[in-house]
């Protein structure tokens, strides 16, 4: 089995269950667990979130918490990362391999992380950088952006280089 490190992806408060299930999709491909913070815009129901992680939802491992500070009393001591289009510095600036444990934090799609949490985590804050003439990226595609600079980050380990399902010289079949 091949030596991983744990990335953690939390959302705070999700409002919109496609985004959930896209997101869903992306931590069951970088072997990264989510951590969703209630109360959510729409009911989590995993038959429902079925549909929307195109099947996924059985192979993430996830964890649902009643609120902020029922996720801070599971989860003590955590070295937090904020994802925030108000921080003053890009997402690729931060040396991601020296962290045992990696939990980055996500907020709602309407409103985004509180300032209260912004403020205590500010050294850790990072933004995609974008355009002036976009506000933001969705959420679901900002936390593939970021995942996926950690795995580079990583050398993507624990991860397959080449593809499985249908084998690595797939292209090369006649």
């Not at 667990?33 to 429902?48: A, N, S, T």
């Not at 029922?70 to 108000?86: D, E, G, M, S, V």
């Not at 939990?103 to 985590?121: H, Q, V």
């Not at 991860?159 to 499985?164: A, D, G, I, N, P």
Request: net charge neutral; hydrophobic share 40%; glycine share 4%.
């Amino acid at each position: 089995m091949k030596k991983t490190k744990k990335i953690n992806i939390i959302l705070f408060e999700p409002e919109i269950a496609q985004n959930v299930g896209a997101i869903i999709r992306t931590c069951v491909a970088i072997n990264a667990k989510l951590h969703l913070i209630e109360p959510f815009g729409f009911i989590f129901d995993e038959r429902f979130m079925a549909r929307s992680s195109a099947n996924y939802i059985e192979y993430v491992d996830y964890e649902t918490y009643n609120d902020w500070a029922h996720f801070l009393q599971l989860n003590p001591n955590l070295k937090l990362y904020c994802a925030t289009r108000y921080a003053q510095q890009p997402h690729s600036i931060f040396d991601f391999t020296k962290d045992e444990k990696l939990f980055i934090l996500f907020g709602r799609e309407s409103t985004g992380i509180p300032t209260a949490i912004l403020k205590e985590y500010l050294p850790h804050t990072f933004r995609i950088p974008m355009s002036e003439n976009v506000r933001s990226l969705n959420i679901a595609n900002t936390v593939g952006i970021v995942g996926y600079e950690i795995m580079r980050q990583l050398d993507y380990l624990g991860l397959s280089k080449s593809e499985v399902q249908k084998g690595s010289d797939f292209l090369n079949q006649k």
